[in-house]
Each structure stands twice: as structure tokens, then as C-alpha cells.
């Protein structure tokens, strides 16, 4: 099982800066990616950014450039900063991880809570 706790989120002015924390733990040694999600009510959960254990990372078209994604292994967490914040980047962010099972393989995700970013013009 792996836990996720999400913090950093809050009320920003349009152009400012916020960086959230995704804090993995539990059976955290076969995670294979993490990243952020969004949604805003009454629209479909959206990728913002995803990171692989690699160090790869892949971002949404309407953030790259603004959003870096990051990772602390020693703390296994994942940050994503925020920059040049839009009232449309305001959502619920959900931080996720991906993982493989150790004998049968089978590939879980796991959510976070989720955490409030409003952004005002």
C-alpha cells in the first residue's frame, strides 16, 4: 500500500508562484512514475506532470514552461513548482503514483487527496 499526502496548495495572484509536495510512503520501493493531476468540477481529471523513475518527465501542453516537476528520493517526494500562475490553472491538484507489484506485476495507482489552487486575476 502507498500513501500519498499533498501540500503547498492555496490562493495565488495571477503570475505568482506556488509549489506543491507529494510525500510517498508505505510500499513505496516499486513505484515506477508519480505525478499531478487536476480538475476542476464538472470537467475530467487532466495530467499536468508526470516523472519516472528514470528522471524523465512529461508535461501538459498548457503548462510547459510555467510547471517544473521535480523529485527529493531521499524524502520520496515530488514538488511541482508552479510559475506564471493563470486563474485557468485553478483546480483541485491530485498527486498520483504508479506501481508494479512485486510477484504477479500488476500495475496500481494510487491517488492523493487532493489539493486546492485557486489563482485570482
Known amino acids: 500500500q502507498v500513501q500519498l499526502v499533498e501540500s503547498g496548495g492555496g490562493l495565488v495572484q495571477a503570475g505568482g508562484s506556488l509549489r506543491l509536495s507529494c510525500a510517498a510512503s508505505g510500499s513505496i520501493f516499486n513505484i515506477n512514475a508519480m505525478g499531478w493531476y487536476r480538475q476542476v468540477p464538472g470537467k475530467q481529471r487532466e495530467l499536468v506532470a508526470v516523472?519516472?523513475?528514470?528522471?524523465?518527465?512529461n508535461y501538459a501542453d498548457s503548462v510547459k514552461g510555467r510547471f517544473t516537476l521535480s523529485r527529493d528520493n531521499a524524502k520520496n517526494t515530488v514538488y511541482l513548482q508552479m510559475n506564471s500562475l493563470k486563474p485557468e490553472d485553478t483546480a483541485v491538484y491530485y498527486c498520483n503514483a504508479r506501481l508494479t507489484t512485486p510477484q504477479t506485476k500488476d500495475v496500481l495507482i494510487y491517488w492523493g487527496q487532493g489539493t486546492q489552487v485557486t489563482v485570482s486575476s
Open positions: 516523472i519516472t523513475s528514470g528522471g524523465s518527465t
